[in-house]
């Protein structure tokens, strides 16, 4: 099976290329891939090339397959897996293995698997761990966003909170608490609030800070306070750049009682502290961006630590249970990973995108991988529709659901490259 995919040489070497994929072996599985999403880790794995932790020594001379969000469809099954596996059969991928302590991951490390191609092959140990998962839903691009969010929830199921009676952990958010999401206008923290208001342990409050206008006003029209009134949720967003005192103000939202869950969606100094004296008594603070810097510290009020029961903790990741739940809401519309998705492109597209990653303003990148498309912002659709009828129609399409990446999209997108 000929393959083109986006293949990792070193630091910012990232190149298109076609190539032989070797016959599978009886414990493989080959996919068609057809949407991957780019993930800001990614960004990070190629900026450090073997450097990265993930990354192998030899990817001057063995490049790897970069992207791990994709989802596609199944097209030859090694014996082993007949029992178990569909020619056919749609799937999204848990790219978080651990297989046997190693850190070989889709995406980072393997030479014939990942989500930036046309075709690869899934290695066995994907199969043992039933990281390959069936999927049922209709678009691709919400089984290729069933991975970041599987990241968040599995961020939220990580967070815990005590009592003083016994050492017994209650597992995830506060039921009836009040929830901070610092640098939360991102795509990943819409995916956080989009999350926070189906979340089983509902909330009371959920309060989103950021730093730039643009982006809040971005994320208000994606998930609006009326929106999250509905579920008896109070949603706000506030600029903390244009806040004289952001930590006694954030405070007083909550009547001085203090955030009993706060995620830190940017890996920053100030941020991480501001944080951490946000905390509630027994609160639990999740540090969820991964910093570039190995060395990145900060300062922790171990006072609290030890007298209020203040919980710090950092996830990445997610796992099995974790994605079949993303899937499982998205299917049946309970959260809409959507909200994150602000640009569609190519596979010519990706290696562009990746590289300057966090330059290109937006949330998510969605690619779908089996035609060539310039990166395109939605937001740009209405007037490329002027003189081209592809874009007319995809216009339509997102404005009929307020603006977002949806199924009928990306099946007008696939029948005019003609994809079955």
Not at 25 to 49: A, F, H, R
Not at 85 to 98: E, H, M, S, W
Not at 143 to 164: F, R, V
Not at 241 to 265: C, Q, R
């Amino acid at each position: 099976m000929r393959t083109k995919a986006v293949r990792m040489y070193g630091e910012d070497d990232l190149r298109l290329e076609e190539f032989e994929l070797p016959e599978i072996k009886e414990d493989e599985i080959l996919v068609k891939i057809l949407s991957d999403s780019i993930c800001m880790s990614t960004y990070k794995l190629v900026k450090q090339g073997k450097k990265h932790k993930r990354a192998p020594q030899n990817i001057d001379t063995n490049p790897v397959i970069i992207g791990h969000e994709c989802a596609g469809v199944i097209v030859e099954v090694g014996k082993k897996w007949e029992g178990k596996y569909k020619v056919g059969g749609k799937f999204a991928l848990q790219p978080a293995l651990n297989y046997m302590g190693k850190l070989d991951s889709p995406g980072y490390s393997y030479e014939f698997c990942g989500g930036a191609c046309t075709y690869c092959i899934m290695p066995h140990e994907v199969m043992e761990l039933g990281c390959l998962l069936p999927y049922n839903g209709d678009s691709y691009f919400e089984a290729s966003l069933g991975e970041p969010m599987s990241c968040i929830i599995g961020g939220y199921h990580a967070n815990y909170h005590t009592n003083k009676q016994n050492y017994h952990h209650d597992m995830g958010t506060k039921t009836d608490g009040n929830i901070l999401i610092l640098g939360g206008c991102g795509p990943m923290g819409l995916g956080a609030v989009s999350y926070g208001l189906y979340t089983e342990n509902k909330p009371k409050r959920i309060v989103v800070t950021d730093i730039s206008e643009d982006r809040i006003r971005e994320a208000e029209e994606r998930i609006t306070r009326e929106e999250a009134k509905q579920k008896g949720i109070e949603l706000l967003y506030i600029n903390t750049s244009k806040l004289e005192d952001p930590i006694k103000e954030l405070m007083a939202i909550t009547e001085n009682h203090g955030y009993d869950d706060v995620f830190v969606y940017v890996p920053n100094k100030a941020v991480v502290e501001m944080g951490d004296a946000l905390l509630a008594f027994d609160g639990c603070m999740n540090f969820f961006a991964g910093p570039s810097d190995s060395g990145f510290t900060s300062g922790i009020n171990l006072y609290n630590v030890h007298y209020t029961s203040a919980h710090i903790l950092g996830t990445t990741g997610g796992n099995n249970d974790d994605l079949l739940e993303a899937l499982d809401l998205s299917a049946k519309g309970e959260i809409r990973p959507a909200v994150m998705v602000t640009h569609i492109g190519g596979i010519d597209s990706i290696a562009e995108a990746t590289i300057n990653l966090p330059s290109i303003p937006g949330g998510k990148k969605l690619t779908y991988t089996q035609f060539n498309m310039p990166l395109t912002a939605i937001s740009d659709f209405e007037k490329l529709g002027e003189q081209d009828e592809l874009f007319s129609k995809l216009s339509d399409s997102v404005k009929k659901h307020n603006g977002l990446w949806n199924n009928e999209a990306e099946k007008i997108l696939f029948a005019h490259h003609g994809i079955e």
